[in-house]
């Protein structure tokens, strides 16, 4: 049974997925949120194929400990910057010292994110999660595209979720001040949010060998919403994780959009895990998309200046 194009996704999930052999060796791979679940689990496999990974994560302590594991098992080289991700100023710094760095870059994931039951906000007044999923991501990759384009081909990818289909995305409202805050729609929101400036950003660069796409890495136990207290705490890991599947999986996902030759000026698409498939609705509407791209070029304006 063919299911309508806004439910495929459930079929998708359940399909078997693509890998590839192909290898990454030597290439530049900068990755945000590579402490644990679907970033580490990308970050390994990265190593694996022999790219020279350039992490992004907040906390020294943890990402070191990475930074041994993946040197020591795989040889390759692996750098790590530093940048809370609620900070846009760090974000910041990060992008400007990895840019002085690294001219070349070849490849992009943003996959950094967190789940709020409650609203948060952060230093810069915006809502956490719409901070930290979109504002962040994008102020890094409009802060190292000039890099990319010069490590063209390049690929970005965006870690993105099912989760969008929740809905909750208000352009009039992005940081849920006029609105009761609702977590799943918080977090959905800030996915559409995403998945309407990664297409704004295919557009812009269409001519420039460096691609944006979009891929929901598979319902997977991670440590995501562990930050919600003990009684999340309780459920994610008693209940939920029951139903989900092996983060290794996403992190298999992941390579092939990173590294799979089929995917080879292929831009501007969402993917379940590997499969092609439609976003929302909502998320595809090409006016939307602009207006979500200048509210956040607006948002993020202050960062975008070439002085620290
Ligand atoms: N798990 C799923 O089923 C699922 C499904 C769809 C999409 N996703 C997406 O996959 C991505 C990774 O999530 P995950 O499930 O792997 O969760 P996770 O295990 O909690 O990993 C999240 C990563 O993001 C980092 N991070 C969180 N807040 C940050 C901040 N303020 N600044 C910098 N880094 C920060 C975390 O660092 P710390 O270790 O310091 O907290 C960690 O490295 C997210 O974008 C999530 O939305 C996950």
Not at 44 to 70: D, F, P, T
Not at 91 to 104: D, G, L
Not at 171 to 187: F, Q
Not at 270 to 281: C, D, G, L, M, R
Request: hydrophobic residues 40%.
């Amino acid at each position: 049974m063919k299911l309508p194009e806004e439910l495929q996704y459930i079929q998708n999930s359940l399909k078997p997925q693509k890998t590839t052999d192909a290898r990454v060796d030597g290439k530049v791979c900068v990755i945000s949120g590579t402490t644990s679940g679907v970033g580490y689990q990308a970050a390994k496999r990265l190593a694996q194929g022999g790219a020279h990974l350039v992490m992004i994560n907040r906390s020294r302590e943890k990402g070191q400990r990475v930074q041994a594991e993946l040197t020591e098992n795989f040889g390759v080289q692996v750098d790590l910057f530093i940048a809370d991700f609620q900070e846009l100023a760090e974000v910041q710094q990060a992008a400007f010292e990895i840019r002085e760095k690294y001219p070349q870059i070849h490849l992009l994931i943003n996959n950094a994110g967190v789940f709020n039951r409650r609203r948060r906000r952060t230093p810069d007044g915006h809502e956490m999660t719409y901070g930290v999923i979109h504002l962040a991501s994008f102020l890094l990759t409009r802060l190292l595209i000039d890099n990319l384009i010069h490590g063209a081909p390049a690929r970005v990818l965006y870690i993105s979720s099912e989760a969008h289909r929740f809905g909750g995305f208000s352009i009039k409202d992005p940081n849920w001040h006029k609105r009761p805050y609702v977590g799943l729609w918080a977090y959905g929101a800030a996915k559409i949010a995403q998945i309407h400036t990664a297409q704004v950003f295919a557009e812009r660069y269409s001519d420039s060998d460096v691609t944006f796409n979009i891929l929901h890495p598979g319902a997977v136990r991670t440590n995501i919403g562990m930050n919600n207290g003990f009684l999340y705490r309780i459920y994610s890991r008693y209940v939920l994780h029951w139903f989900l599947k092996d983060p290794v999986s996403s992190g298999e996902a992941i390579y092939y959009l990173a590294a799979d030759p089929s995917l080879e000026g292929v831009t501007g698409r969402f993917y379940n895990q590997t499969i092609e498939e439609k976003p929302a609705w909502y998320a595809v509407k090409p006016d939307l998309s602009e207006a979500v791209w200048q509210q956040s070029e607006d948002f993020v304006q202050p960062y975008l200046e070439e002085t620290l």
